[in-house]
């Protein structure tokens, strides 16, 4: 074998191990992405959720985070009279951050740009341009029963 051979074929030998290493690289990175790019399909949200005496029996003044499907909820009793049961969708209407329940200033706020809630979840400040939306609810059978539309809410019964 001939010197200027052997150099061709260890050339070729490590253009094709520096590909075939490059190619294994390319689909180890692009598997996740697609998975990832795959999640973005929305799940559409169930016709109704009953939720245990256990998640909703709060004390005065106490809020609970819930799924909804994939949407966050926020329950909240109230500290007033009986201490009636609040339920909103725990995203802001600005930019759809998660909201939390500020039990030193009984408002629900946002973090993401300041954003405030009374416990009716009507706008207080900040930038975010409409109320939060409330769950419709009813008590059956010592379970809360909540619905994003009360024509699901009815169909529980």
Do not use: W
């Amino acid at each position: 074998m001939k010197i200027e051979e052997s150099c061709v074929a260890r050339r070729r030998f490590l253009c094709r191990m520096l590909g075939g290493g490059t190619a294994a690289l390319g689909a180890g990175a692009a598997v996740p992405l697609i998975q990832y790019a795959g999640n973005f399909r929305p799940d559409p949200p169930p016709a109704f959720m009953e939720i245990e005496a256990k998640d909703f029996e709060l004390p005065p003044g106490k809020a609970r985070m819930l799924l909804y499907g994939r949407i966050p909820v926020l329950l909240i009793r109230t500290e007033s009279g009986a201490g009636e049961l609040k339920v909103f969708v725990a995203t802001c209407t600005h930019l759809s951050c998660t909201v939390r329940y500020a039990e030193e200033s009984r408002q629900i706020a946002c973090a993401c740009h300041g954003g405030y809630f009374d416990l009716e979840g009507k706008v207080i400040s900040g930038p975010p341009p409409r109320p939060l939306q409330q769950f419709h609810q009813k008590m059956k059978d010592g379970k809360l029963i909540i619905a994003l539309e009360q024509a699901n809410l009815d169909k529980a019964s």
